[in-house]
Nanobody, 124 residues
Framework: VQLQASGGGLVQPGGSLRLSCAAS????????MAWFRQAPGKEREFVAV????????RYAGSVKGRFTISRDNARNTVYLEMNSLKPEDTAVYYC??????????????????WGQGTLVTVSS
């Protein structure tokens, strides 16, 4: 599976961005999709996950109510809509996939394939 993340950039606090992650190489609809992020000097952390059909999602507490994960299986793409952005959301955002929905979905080790990351900078 190859993953290509895009949509990052510079945004002011309170602004919005939508990230996209396009997948190729396997049947996209068979995969659980997730977003993680890594801020400078920090470990990679879970942001959101969505199941195969899009009917089940989970979010990190720090983004719940502000971020929305969704997917379009016809386009082999997963999205992360980010609203009310804060400076602490600044990070490289990575998409990741795995065939299984695991109880440890918030662990980096739960995912088999990773994209290259897209940088989000929230600053005035």
């Amino acid at each position: 599976v190859q993953l290509q993340a895009s949509g990052g950039g510079l945004v002011q606090p309170g602004g919005s961005l939508r990230l996209s992650c396009a997948a190729s190489g396997r049947t996209f609809s068979n995969y659980v999709m997730a977003w993680f992020r890594q801020a400078p000097g920090k470990e990679r952390e879970f942001v959101a996950v969505i199941n195969w059909s899009g009917g089940s999602t989970r979010y990190a507490g720090s983004v719940k109510g502000r971020f929305t994960i969704s997917r379009d299986n016809a386009r082999n793409t997963v999205y992360l809509e980010m609203n009310s952005l804060k400076p602490e959301d600044t990070a490289v955002y990575y998409c990741a996939v795995d065939p299984l929905w695991r109880s440890t979905y918030y662990y980096v080790s739960a995912y088999s394939y990773w994209g290259q990351g897209t940088l989000v900078t929230v600053s005035s």
